[in-house]
């Protein structure tokens, strides 16, 4: 074997074998870590007799009405004096439909005895930070909640949230636990559940660690001084949430986090949803760690820290450099006549392995949320294919977010409008689908099983994307 192949091959083990175990590995553990009894919290016994003034600060573009209106009642179910609460509502929409939806929203915060304050920006620049920026100025409250418009909070949020804030003066913000408010499709409930899993195994699994988790986009609670000191959101950067909770734990703050208080967020119902949210989310990604890896390394936390911190943005890696390997392996068993994949097979043992523990520790997270073991196996097979099928998208969003090349920013569609969109777009599913069946014949037909083998099982999941939703894939 030549020079160039042997550094080829030892290419595809790193990307196919070991990036994906360490991230299965490292996922695992935190799952399991984050099992152990939660520490109980002192110094939160505070008087809240004297409830400081919060500003729920929502802002919204192009989203239907019944969705507003569903978010200012489910504001009105917040335990909170309503004299000590406020809304701060910001549109971006054209001025004739930021009129029409401020008399309704004005009108729905009146019968519900809410305080609503309504903005239109008139030159809405800087996307959602920039309105999250100019909603800032108007906030009155000692302490800013951010919030989506599809989002619901336990009524108990605000107070537990406050409480946390009151006793611990180094504590920035606080971030509530998401989950799924909807699971009305196969995509949506197998979201839904994966969400449990990753909540647990970082989010629940820092807490636990006693490190500073990132703030989230919706279901934070932060103090507005801190977010006049860090000067905001920042303009230009699709994931505002995550960078701003890198600049507030790099200026020596904590971001604490509450397991038992849930933030409900609406998940896409549809593949073409779907694709658009992991589309902008591993864009934001990339772009996170061109941009603000020098905070996180600098970050006053111990070492562990920031390695969770570092890691969290790189949860793509391991599909994109699957993808990029299986090929590599393909093309190397063909140039070879050698079945490259027996020559790694250690490698190979370690990767089922981790495949194996990482099942394990799913399961379990399913488990005692009471899902049954052949269920959470449909789930696991369900989210991996739908996941890997859109991996070409996610290599293209990556890669353009490390090269710092803009994307189009677009709200994920949501309820009903999700299944109505309609995009032009390449059907990279089959692409990758179509190649990777060649490249497994075409192995196949030298003699080499098992790596042929080893592609037709990852197109598989392609396979399973196009049966499951072709209606989706095919009609553009």
């Known amino acids: 074997m030549s020079l160039l192949a042997t550094i080829t091959s030892l290419l595809s083990q790193v990307f196919v074998f070991v990036i994906p175990s360490i991230m299965m590995l490292i996922q695992s ?91 239109s920006r008139i030159k809405p620049t800087g996307g959602k ?103 905001g959101w920042s303009e230009d950067m699709l994931m505002d949430d995550l960078e701003i909770g890198a600049r507030i734990i790099n200026a020596g703050y904590h971001v604490d986090y509450m397991d038992n208080v849930k933030v409900y967020v609406e998940v896409p119902p549809t593949l073409r949803a779907y694709r658009i949210q992991q589309y902008k ?49 393909g093309i190397l068993s063909l140039l070879l006549e050698t079945d490259i994949l027996c020559e790694q097979i250690t490698l190979a043992c370690i990767w089922v392995i981790a495949l194996i523990v990482n099942g394990i520790a799913f399961n379990h997270c399913l488990k005692v949320r009471g899902i049954s073991g052949y269920k959470s196996l449909v789930l696991s097979g369900r989210n991996t294919g739908l996941l890997i099928s859109q991996t070409p998208y996610i290599l293209i969003s990556s890669l353009k977010g490390l090269l710092g090349l803009s994307i189009k920013r677009r709200v994920t569609p949501k309820g009903e409008h999700a299944k109505k969109i309609h995009e032009k777009t390449v059907p ?14 075409l192995v196949m037909l030298k003699g080499v099983l098992y790596t042929s083998l080893f592609i037709f099982v990852y197109a598989l999941s392609y396979l399973y994307a196009l049966y499951r939703w072709h209606n989706e894939i095919l009609q553009r």
Not at 177 to 184: E, H, I, S, V
Not at 301 to 314: D, N
């Open 281 to 329: 989310w591993s864009y934001g990604a990339m772009e996170l760690l061109r941009k603000r890896t020098k905070h996180i390394l600098t970050s006053p936390i111990p070492y562990h820290g920031r390695f969770l911190l570092l890691l969290y943005p790189l949860q793509y890696l391991p599909l994109i450099t699957t993808l990029i390997g299986i090929p590599i392996l």
């Open 29 to 119: 553990i935190l799952y399991f870590k984050s099992l152990k009894p939660t520490p109980p919290r002192t110094n939160t016994s505070t008087n809240l007799d004297k409830r400081p003034l919060v500003s729920v600060l929502v802002v919204f573009k192009d989203e239907p009405t019944e969705l507003i209106e569903r978010f200012i009642t489910g504001i009105s179910k917040i335990k909170w004096p309503r004299k000590s609460l406020e809304i701060i509502m910001v549109s971006d929409d054209p001025p004739h439909i930021a009129s029409k939806i401020k008399n309704i929203v004005l009108l729905r915060g009146r019968e519900l005895g809410l305080n609503v304050r309504f903005f």
């Open 428 to 441: 990279l599913e089959i692409i990758v689908l179509i190649i990777m069946l060649i490249l497994a014949i």
């Open 129 to 231: 930070a920039g309105a999250l920026n100019y909603g800032l100025k108007h906030c009155g409250g000692k302490y800013v909640l951010t919030m989506d418009i599809d989002s619901i909070i336990d009524a108990n949020f605000v107070e537990e949230a406050v409480k946390v804030l009151e006793s611990k003066p180094n504590v920035a913000a606080v971030v509530g636990r998401w989950a799924a408010l909807n699971k009305d499709s196969r995509i949506a409930e197998g979201i839904a559940h994966a969400m449990e899993f990753i909540v647990d195994s970082t989010f629940k699994a820092w807490h636990r660690l006693g490190i500073p988790v990132y703030t989230l986009g919706t279901g934070t609670l932060y103090r507005r001084k801190v977010l006049e000191e860090v000067n």
